[in-house]
T-cell receptor, first 113, second 119 residues
Framework: GENVEQHPSTLSVQEGDSAVIKCTYS??????FPWYKQELGKRPQLIID?????GEKKDQRIAVTLNKTAKHFSLHITETQPEDSAVYFC????????????FGTGTSLTVIP | GAVVSQHPSWVICKSGTSVKIECRSL??????MFWYRQFPKQSLMLMAT?????????EQGVEKDKFLINHASLTLSTLTVTSAHPEDSSFYIC???????????????FGSGTQLSVL
């Protein structure tokens, strides 16, 4: 299957600062890259996604960039707020018959008020 | 829309017993559902792909006889942990895609998860 790596594993930022989380993937057949936010004991929630034919996508304070050649994509959160504190997962979908999703190892983001 | 219901949310069982977890898509049809396992503070590890009307596809290293998957309808997939042992204790979470939402059918929606504790 696909191998998705994610960095950093933990990230602390001051409220109002930006946070950047980076992921790499191994299989060039992956064509869809969602980002999920998971609060403790809860289900992952989709926050933004990007397809392989797009280089960048933005939704208010959240943006994602994709470099297909280098096989890496990043999540950018600007003007961070305490409620942004959670674990963030990147994922890559393998474009095969099963369309499986493989997840990164997660980043625990803490926004310090 | 796109609600995935998972039950039970928490189960405690004795070693050697079997536990069934249900995953239902409430307002959409899902030909494919995915089962993940998550250890504390770790990532979601794909266990298997559940295919409606056919056999599940298991990831390497996942015992198919241990984790039985049935996807008998377009809205229900079940995961049965057979002869559970303490090492099977974990958070199990299912996910599904809407087969007809062509604009968004790539989006993965998650159930609320099941915390399994095997004594």
């Amino acid at each position: 299957g696909e191998n998705v790596e994610q960095h950093p594993s933990t990230l602390s930022v001051q409220e109002g600062d930006s946070a950047v989380i980076k992921c790499t993937y191994s299989d060039s057949a992956s064509n869809y890259f969602p980002w999920y936010k998971q609060e403790l004991g809860k289900r992952p929630q989709l926050i933004i996604d990007i397809r392989s034919n797009v280089g960048e996508k933005k939704d208010q304070r959240i943006a994602v960039t994709l470099n297909k050649t280098a096989k890496h994509f990043s999540l950018h959160i600007t003007e961070t707020q305490p409620e942004d504190s959670a674990v963030y997962f990147c994922a890559a979908r393998l474009a095969n018959t099963g369309n499986q999703f493989y997840f990164g190892t997660g980043t625990s983001l803490t926004v310090i008020p | 829309g796109a609600v995935v219901s998972q039950h039970p949310s928490w189960v405690i069982c004795k070693s050697g017993t079997s536990v069934k977890i249900e995953c239902r898509s409430l307002d959409f049809q899902a030909t494919t559902m995915f089962w993940y396992r998550q250890f504390p503070k770790q990532s979601l590890m794909l266990m298997a792909t559940s295919n409606e009307g056919s056999k599940a596809t298991y990831e390497q290293g996942v015992e198919k006889d241990k984790f039985l998957i049935n996807h008998a309808s377009l809205t229900l997939s079940t995961l049965t942990v057979t002869s559970a042992h303490p090492e099977d204790s974990s958070f199990y979470i299912c996910s599904a895609r809407d087969r007809w939402a062509f604009a968004t059918n790539e989006k993965l929606f998650f159930g609320s998860g099941t915390q399994l504790s095997v004594l």
